[in-house]
């Protein structure tokens, strides 16, 4: 199993650590509120409370954080993160939903990407996945999408000890259009679908 720090204390950082110790992983939770994060690692249950700045403890460290913050949380660790495989959740949309916020030819992966230390290594994953259908328990798919072969290895092995399956789209240039399908996703919650009570998936049956 994986040792795993998730830096934020909202609904997908709950979600993410709930299935991560079910699933047998060591769970650092860290906030910048120290409260906070001890409160949401005591209510978890096996889940230990970590110091924001400091030296993560898990080799994989999910950025569970409004993308607007990712990359100044990023830079914010500079080194401390040297090493680790860092997982992005987040989709770069407009306060209306009805965009990308990210430069044109890029993704909020590949900007986070460039704040991040050398020889951390940066994936794609879980931003098509809404959290409170994460929390369920359910078996889903989780596309991915990264650079290095074995950094993308690590998030798949981490991602199926969680009971889901990886998909792995790409390098991590496919971000760009897994941030895109995010949109799509919140589009399809409010008008096509009418609620978010819905899973992406790949159907691979003849």
């Known amino acids: 199993m994986s040792s795993i720090s998730i830096i ?5 950082a709950g979600a993410l650590a709930g299935r991560a110790l079910a699933g047998g992983n060591a769970v650092e939770i860290i906030g910048r509120d120290p409260a906070k994060a001890k409160e949401l690692a005591a209510a978890l249950g096996g889940a230990t409370a970590g110091t924001a700045g400091a030296v993560p ?13 990712a990359a100044s949380v990023v830079s914010e660790y500079g080194d401390a993160l040297h090493g680790k495989v860092i997982i992005d959740i987040t989709n770069p949309v407009s306060p209306d939903s009805q965009s990308l916020v990210t430069p044109d030819g890029s993704s909020g992966a590949q900007e986070i990407a460039k704040a991040a ?13 809404f959290g409170h259908m994460l929390a369920q328990g359910n078996p889903l798919d989780v596309l991915i999408a990264g650079d290095d072969a074995d950094a993308k290895a690590t998030v798949s092995a981490f991602i199926m000890s969680l009971g889901l399956r990886p998909m792995d789209t790409g390098p991590l240039a496919m971000a760009r259009w897994l941030e895109g399908t995010g949109l799509v996703m919140i589009g399809l919650g409010r008008y096509g679908v009418g609620s978010f009570d819905f899973t992406l998936g790949v159907n691979t049956s003849a």
Do not use: Q, R
């Open 117 to 129: 230390p050398a020889g951390a290594h940066v994936v794609k994953a879980f931003n098509t996945v």
């Open 57 to 69: 403890a898990g080799d994989i460290v999910v950025l569970a954080v409004p993308y607007a913050s």
């Open 8 to 12: 934020g204390l909202g609904n997908m």
